[in-house]
């Protein structure tokens, strides 16, 4: 959170995407609505004049009142022009804001269609590099900032110019200097009101960060609950959240102060501006300058200017935040995938057997210099791989590159012969089922979780994967079978039922290609050979990959690789590396404990 | 279970409910000099708004029209009159600074200690309350309604308190300057006021959609970005873009129904502003030409009505705030009164030299009372003795853990340690008698040190003395900064293995009588692997231990293995004896019982 915040105001201070390339994100919405939006600055600019009207009618029956030149029907005529008007704003003012304001939710539903569609194209590394919550900041923050910019901000800019324009017109047609001196104090206003809303903005940012950091300290805690309670942390625990809170109060009595200032100082120069009106307006009256009638209605004109010289600060932040947004989002939406994305057609027949073929393939995570894969030469045709090594020697890497989420440089990976950088992702993709160490599930039912990739799949398919998977048992248990709905609102599944449900997943797909990265680290040994030992029959002719440290499963591969940091350190067959492979015959000592277990040992 | 979500929005908490609001008074007793303050402050602040059209009508009349005098002496009126003026504005300026001041501090401080005791309140709920709810709607009701309920001291009760008195006190003053002129308008007051409470519950009803709606669109969004590699490998992406398009569409549409609503309603108030001062000057000028009104008296009238409406425009827009406020406060003090199911022991019970003697007697237990995954377990560890559980996933034995920490009671038999029930001591004292060392831990953004002695108050060398004598000094010298190393968010990383020894080092600060471990099932590193081992071995020596095991090693050095299958004790005994027995035990270990390298 912090780190997002400081990147923020970073980009604040120095904006360097000019708006020339920024409108090419909000233009086409202008554009195409343009009609609406001239229908509705059309509607908002008579409100406008119809309002500065009312009170000239006001002034007349005042005037006319005092020189007692007035009859009741004419009184009553005067009201009913002032009623009419009335009645034409009340239309006028909800065409405005249903096309101005209408106009800027639609076109903030443009640029959120249009950023969901860029991020759904981007690669894995993007999204190493940027939350989860960072990008729904986008959607949120940003989005709302553009929104109110383009509604209310052109709405509340038209309006003051106009209003202002107007008011100032007239009552300098009343009296110059009069009208000089009622303003004198109105532009105060506006540079005391931009400088107080900017620093409101930065200390609002402060007390919204320290929410989410509350927030985020209240989930934590309470996810974690049984561990709170196991190691009896709780009042420790209290303590860290009344510090937080504490602070919270802090920062949010700073924006107080501010915003104590702001509104009473709106109020003080509007009552200036009309202390000057009462004293100089006055002695014009007493010597006969101005009537009574002029006074009156230049007071009515400087009540109508309040609003605008607020209006005028408070628009230069919308517009200045809507940008700052504007361009963040432009950055989301320009950033480039960089994985190579051909659009070629590949005929089926151009693809020999699907296989990987690796050769010197070194990879590194652009967050660290070292590699994390260095110099891999490998043959992953038809046939079941094992792969092996400890934590961090590049198992999973290795996975994620076999399905691309990572870009590579030519001539390091061949599927199926061909190039990968030269194959389309989708194409390559479709050639591939996986089934990561973490399975990820959605909020959906089971029986279309496990269709994720055969949408259109039938039902008994997907119990005959689920049933492969050895889920099936599991799902049947569940009130509603297959139609449950699992996921954050839904019934919680066991990390065993996860991991199974996304082999299912992969399962259904029946890919030429599997590869599964310790997909069942949380399910028992025994579930584990039992689905293995099932599928064996299953995978003849089909390239499959798995990531392992059990050696049981292992030995039922035809080839395994043991990865030591980044780099091959040996591969064969089971026997082959248990009579050659000293972490391999550590890794089967301890797990396979020869005097219980003679069986497996010499399979 | 399943329309957990959006239900509590469709409740509505009335206004009018006086055991709420006695019950939000109360948190804010010990801010009454600070309210007091707030509504001396809000009398002035509408005394001086009356006053200042009043001196202007005075100067008017008295000054500007009264041609009868000299013009000096106008003047000199005149100039009283705008010097009181300006003194009244800067009075007005500093009380409201003064004003919202006070009120955010009194607000601020009330929302800590609700958030405050709310927070206690649940960390001191038992753990069947909390897999019953979510934890992202019991997070919202310690931020997002308490923030709620701030709104409310801040803004709302000062604009009520201010706009309400401020529309009595015009009242008061056009009864006080012409009765029939004022009756006249005293009809726009409950024209207003349905209005605005029309219009408020139609603006709740909306709102409740958008946000909804909104809901549904982000808690989508964020599914879709945390699992966008695997929907990108299942070639998902242009249905995902049909779902978020739809949703994005539906909260359009609600949108605009909102800008129809509130553009329909809007321009209402202003329309009887306008409606009222037509009526004024219709009405009001017909007095004065009958000379029953002075013309300042009218030109008074007409400002005074302009101030009149804005108060009314205040209240309507604040109504639906106290709604939701009031909302809010009824779901925080309904979690406020949920009592944990587990039955605090009262006395704090002396249990002074703890043997150590653990005993489980038939215990049955189900998390649903008619599914029962313990079926009578019983078994003993003496003083001393390490026991290992043995079983596949499922068979119970995590089960039989949350058990003897009371994260839920059975429904059947007893939990002894040293022959007194678990269930008649302290929750606190029985869980410091207990150190559990479990698969996951909870990390503190801090320092290893701290995040090992947390509220201890051990010292550095003890905690030195303990990672030496146990080994694990190997894992701490491994870090960049040794104890000093920051781990969690932003911190150093640290392995499944790594977190096991750090819960290990934090159980051993605090010398528990029972040891409980719950055997990492995830791969470890060999390194870890070896440190916990030693550590194990040392530790365990001399103190009744439990361990869920899945390694050999760990095993094999306890004195007794209880077998478990489906909830039931299936065998017991030693290693040797065991697995000549040939039965689950031998199967189990056959079938290989770990997993990691």
Not at chain 1, 506 to 528: F, K, M, N, Q, W
Request: aromatic share 8%.
């Amino acid at each position: 959170m912090k780190t997002n915040t400081s990147r923020t105001d970073s980009q604040e201070t120095t904006r360097r995407i000019p708006f020339a390339q920024l409108r090419h994100l909000i233009l086409p919405s202008f554009r195409h609505h343009r009609l609406r939006i001239l229908g509705g600055l059309a509607a908002l600019i008579l409100v406008d004049f119809l309002q500065l009207i009312i009170p000239r009618f006001i002034k007349q029956g005042v005037d006319a009142l005092e020189a007692l030149t007035v009859t009741p029907s004419g009184l009553l005529r005067l009201a009913g022009i002032i009623v009419f008007i009335a009645v034409l704003v009340v239309f006028l003012r909800f065409a405005w804001r249903y096309l101005i304001i209408g106009f800027s939710r639609l076109l903030e539903q443009r640029v959120r269609n249009q950023i969901f569609t860029h991020i759904l194209k981007l690669d894995a590394q993007f999204f190493e590099k940027r939350t989860t919550g960072d990008l729904m900041a986008h959607f949120s923050n940003d989005l709302a900032a553009v929104q109110m910019a383009c509604g209310m901000g052109v709405v509340a800019a038209v309006d003051a110019l106009v209003m202002s324009l107007a008011a100032i017109g007239f009552m300098i047609a009343i009296h110059p200097l009069l009208t000089l001196l009622a303003l004198l104090p109105m532009p105060f206003l506006a540079v005391a009101t931009r400088i107080l809303s900017s620093k409101l903005h930065k200390r609002f940012a402060t007390v919204q960060e320290e929410f989410s950091e509350l927030t985020e300290f209240s989930r934590s805690n309470l996810i974690s609950i049984g561990l709170i309670k196991a190691y009896t942390m709780e009042d420790f625990q209290a303590g860290r959240f009344d510090r937080l809170g504490k602070r919270y109060v802090r920062s949010n009595l700073r924006v107080a102060f501010i915003q104590g200032l702001i509104t009473p100082l709106a109020t003080l120069v509007g009552s200036t501006g009309m202390l000057m009106v009462l004293y100089f307006g006055g002695s014009l009256v007493i010597e006969k300058t101005i009537t009574l009638g002029d006074f009156v209605a230049f007071i009515t004109y400087l009540y109508m200017l309040i609003w605008p010289m607020m209006a005028i600060g408070w628009v230069a932040n919308l517009v200045q935040r809507g940008l700052t947004s504007l361009d963040r989002i432009y950055g989301l939406v320009t950033s480039r995938s960089a994985l190579p994305d051909p659009v070629t057609e590949i005929a089926p027949e151009q693809l020999a057997q699907p296989g990987f073929q690796l050769s010197h393939l070194t990879f590194g995570y652009p967050s660290s210099s070292n590699p994390v894969l260095s110099d891999l030469t490998l043959n992953l045709g038809p046939g079941m791989h094992g792969v092996t090594g400890r934590t961090g020697s590049g198992k999973s890497t290795l996975c994620r590159l076999l399905v691309r989420l990572y870009p590579l440089a030519d001539g390091m990976l061949h599927f199926g012969g061909l190039e990968v950088n030269h194959l389309p992702l989708a194409f390559l993709r479709s050639h591939i089922g996986y089934v990561s160490q973490e399975p990820v599930l959605f909020s959906d039912t089971i029986a279309a979780n496990i269709a994720l990739g055969l949408p259109d799949a039938k039902r008994e398919d997907v119990i005959k994967a689920a049933a492969n998977a050895a889920i099936h048992e599991d799902i049947l248990a569940l009130k509603n079978g297959y139609d449950t709905l699992i996921g954050e609102r839904g019934v919680k599944l066991s990390g065993g039922q996860r991991q199974r449900l996304a082999l299912a997943r992969a399962l259904l797909c029946d890919r030429p290609v599997l590869i599964i990265d310790d997909g069942l680290s949380a399910v028992d040994v025994a579930t584990e050979h039992e689905v293995f030992a099932g599928l064996k029959r299953h995978f003849q002719g089909k390239t499959v990959v798995i990531v392992s440290n059990r050696i049981k499963l292992l030995s039922m591969t035809d080839h395994i690789i043991i990865l030591a940091d980044g780099a091959v350190q040996s591969e064969g067959n089971h026997e082959h590396l248990l009579a050659t492979n000293s972490l391999y015959q550590s890794m089967f000592a301890k797990q396979m404990q020869q005097d219980t277990h003679p069986a497996v040992a010499l399979p | 279970m399943m329309d957990f979500g959006y239900s509590e929005e469709g409740r509505q908490a009335s206004l009018g409910d006086l055991q709420l609001w006695r019950r939000i008074l109360g948190f804010s007793a010990p801010y009454k000099v600070g309210l007091i303050v707030a509504v001396v402050i809000s009398l002035f602040i509408t005394w001086a708004t009356l006053t200042l059209p009043y001196l202007v009508q005075t100067a008017i009349d008295g000054s500007i029209t009264a041609s009868q005098l000299p013009n000096v002496e106008r003047l000199a009126g005149l100039t009283g009159n705008a010097l009181l003026y300006g003194a009244i504005i800067v009075g007005v300026f500093f009380a409201t600074f003064c004003q919202i001041l006070v009120l955010e501090w009194v607000g601020q401080w009330v929302m800590h200690g609700l958030r405050q005791s709310l927070f206690n309140h649940l960390l001191s709920l038992d753990l069947p309350f909390f897999n019953t709810r979510r934890t992202g709607q019991l997070v919202t009701r310690l931020t997002n309604d308490i923030q709620n309920m701030n709104e409310m001291f801040t803004s709302v009760i000062v604009t009520l308190f201010n706009e309400f008195l401020r529309l009595m006190g015009i009242l008061v003053l056009l009864f006080w300057m012409n009765p029939r002129l004022a009756a006249l308008m005293a009809i726009f007051v409950p024209i207003a006021l349905l209005i605005t409470i029309f219009f408020a519950q139609l603006a709740r009803e909306c709102f409740r959609t958008i946000r909804s709606q909104l809901a549904k669109l982000n808690s989508f969004l964020s599914e879709t970005l945390s699992g966008i590699g695997i929907l990108q490998l299942f070639g998902r992406q242009e249905a995902t873009r049909h779902i978020f398009e739809d949703l994005s569409a539906g909260y359009l549409q609600r949108t605009l129904s909102q800008i129809r609503l509130f553009g329909t309603f809007m321009p209402l108030t202003e329309f009887l502003s306008s409606a009222a001062v037509a009526l004024i000057l219709w009405y009001g000028g017909g007095e004065v030409l009958q000379k029953r009104l002075t013309l300042g008296e009218l030109v008074a009238f007409i400002s005074y009505m302009r101030l009149f409406f804005q108060p009314l425009r205040e209240l309507s827009q604040k109504y639906s705030v106290v709604q939701s406020a009031m909302a809010s406060a009824e779901r925080i003090f309904q979690l406020l009164d949920t009592k944990s199911t587990i039955a605090q022991s009262q006395t704090p019970g002396t249990m002074p030299d703890i043997q150590g003697h653990l005993e489980f007697r038939h215990l049955r237990f189900g998390y649903e009372p008619d599914n029962p995954v313990l079926h009578d377990i019983s078994f003993t560890l003496r003083p001393g003795q390490t026991v290992a559980l043995v079983g596949t996933t499922g068979s119970g034995k995590t089960t039989l853990v949350n058990l003897l920490l009371r994260f839920y009671d059975p429904q059947e038999g007893r939990i002894l340690i040293d022959g007194r029930d678990i269930a008649t001591l302290q929750l606190k004292k029985l869980r410091t008698l207990v150190g559990v060392i479990l698969q996951d831990v909870f990390i503190l953004q801090d320092t290893l040190l701290a995040n090992i002695v947390m509220d201890t108050g051990c010292g550095r060398e003890q905690v030195e003395a303990i990672l030496t004598r146990t080994s694990m000094d190997r894992f701490v010298r491994k870090l960049p900064h040794g104890l000093d190393t920051p781990i969690g968010d932003g911190g150093t990383e640290l392995s499944t293995g790594e977190k096991q020894l750090l819960s290990f080092a934090r159980v051993l600060c605090r010398n528990p009588a029972i040891l409980v471990l719950d055997e990492a099932t995830a791969a470890i590193d060999t390194e870890s692997e070896n440190i916990l081992e030693q550590a194990i071995a040392d530790s365990f020596h001399g103190r009744t231990s439990l361990v869920i095991a899945h390694r050999l090693s760990t095993i094999r050095r306890a004195d007794h293995i209880i077998v478990m299958a489906h909830g039931r004790i299936v065998e017991q005994g030693s290693h040797e004896e065991l697995l000549n027995r040939g039965g689950h035990y031998a199967l189990l270990v056959a079938m290989d019982l770990q997993n990691g390298n």
